[in-house]
């Protein structure tokens, strides 16, 4: 890591697997609620023109020129931070024996970063609106999506603050209070106070990137000091929820609150718990509920290590829900039992290595988990450490964490025509 200015920060991962240079920069900043919907806004509209290329066919030519370079942003939450990227990639110049791809390339990203469609402190009226619509459209989706929708009610009974309940890209009510010019104001606040991380990924050299990265004019900006891991301490009581609707298939989703934190004591033994419960083929939950009982079309955990969320989707048939809600729950009882063999934990083990290697096959993935160490203070971790802390993991930690796991919320969709 190269400290470029105060909260500004430069991170070359060196790498001869790829024939691409991939470069991303990341503004971080708190999640705060007023703020989500803008920067959602403001990364789409960034992600479609700018005052150089005023049209988005200005735009997608530009990119062609540049031997078919790609561009795309996003936003995400990781717990308390929310974090607006902007993604490049391009051919590497060594693989096509030219010269001077990377620097107009980081050209182009600085005249999108440092030059959007704005004119008079407003962004261009037109590209504005249009985008707002798009966006309007986006949350409209997530009701016509049964599963998503049902994903973002149990969050919302889950969890106590706005923030966390909506989406990474916020909420459709905030849409009319958006104008272009405080969108504007939204878009200097990130240039001016977001922290900001920016990884280059490919066979490139650092003298080479600070060359290329000279024209932005980054000012120094206050470090966030943050836990970005949201925990709530409080001791919330059960809560539960009923929604009928007019679709094929009930939707049973779970929301338990668990202390498995990246990388924390209880991660790894966390992976391996959840492999075991409901993330895997061979897991407690596809092979009981999906396969001996024939009781779920699909059935699946996730957890959330910076929420501490485990999440449980199922798709039933509207009469079994009390019986399948039963099974899950006796399932996570039977982990906590040590009602599992060394078989399935080697087993769980091994597949969750196999996705470790996985890691550095894309550039994505490589700057991802470079990031996400990075938030929590650690800067490097090998392969070779994850696979000694997996292998670690005992059979007493993964009892010992199940024991810990508490159901806290459950929605379910009825479907009417089930």
């Known amino acids: 890591m190269l400290k470029i200015r105060e ?17 991303q920069f990341r503004f971080k900043t708190l999640l705060q609620e007023k703020k989500v919907t803008k920067r ?31 561009f795309f942003t996003d936003v995400a939450r990781y717990g308390n931070y929310h974090v607006l990227s902007l993604n490049m990639e391009c051919v590497d110049e060594k ?28 962004f261009q009226e037109a590209t504005f609106i249009r985008e707002v619509d798009k966006l309007r459209d986006e949350f409209a989706s997530r009701y016509d999506d049964k599963t998503v929708y049902a994903e973002d009610k149990l969050n919302n009974l889950y969890f106590d603050t706005r923030e966390q309940q909506m989406t990474s890209y916020g909420q459709e009510s905030d849409l009319k209070d958006i104008t272009s010019t405080n ?46 891991f949201y925990e709530d301490h409080k001791n919330k009581p059960f809560v539960k929820k009923i929604e009928t609707q007019e679709i ?61 969320l485990l999440f449980i989707y199922a798709g039933i048939e509207s009469e079994e829900v009390a019986n399948v809600q039963s099974i899950i729950l006796n399932q996570l009882e039977e982990i906590k039992n040590g009602v599992f ?15 470790l290697f996985q890691i550095d096959d894309t550039p994505y993935s490589m700057v991802e988990r470079a990031f996400s160490l990075e938030l929590i203070g650690r800067e490097h971790l090998s392969l070779n450490e994850w696979m000694e802390k997996l292998d670690s993991v005992s059979r007493k930690d993964i009892i010992d964490l199940a024991g810990l796991i508490d159901l806290k919320a459950t929605y379910i969709l009825i479907g009417e025509n089930n």
């Open 40 to 70: 959602a806004l403001l990364a789409n509209i960034m992600d479609i023109n700018s005052k150089l290329y005023p049209t988005q066919n200005d735009f997608r030519r530009r990119l062609s020129e540049l031997y078919g370079a790609n």
């Open 248 to 308: 094929n298939q009930t939707l049973l989703t779970m929301g338990l609150k668990t202390p498995i934190y990246y990388h924390n004591k209880y991660y790894y033994a966390g992976l391996i718990f959840n492999g075991l419960f409901g993330a895997m083929p061979h897991s407690k939950l596809f092979q009981i509920v999906r396969e001996k009982e024939n009781l779920a079309y699909s059935i699946s955990s996730e957890v959330d290590v910076y929420r501490g």
């Open 7 to 23: 909260g500004i920060h430069l991170h070359i991962l060196p790498t001869k697997k790829f024939k691409t240079i991939s470069i």
């Open 341 to 355: 063999s060394e078989k399935e934990v080697e087993q769980t083990k091994e597949v969750i290595k196999n996705e």
């Open 95 to 122: 693989v096509i024996n030219e010269t001077g791809i990377v620097d107009e390339v980081m050209k182009f990203l600085y005249q999108v970063i440092s030059f959007p469609n704005v004119f008079n402190g407003h």
């Open 183 to 228: 969108l504007f104001d939204t878009y200097l606040e990130m240039l001016n106070e977001d922290q900001l991380d920016i990884y280059v990924v490919g066979n490139i050299t650092e003298s080479t990137v600070l060359r290329t990265l000279h024209p932005f004019d980054f000012k120094s900006r206050a470090l966030i000091d943050e836990n970005p």
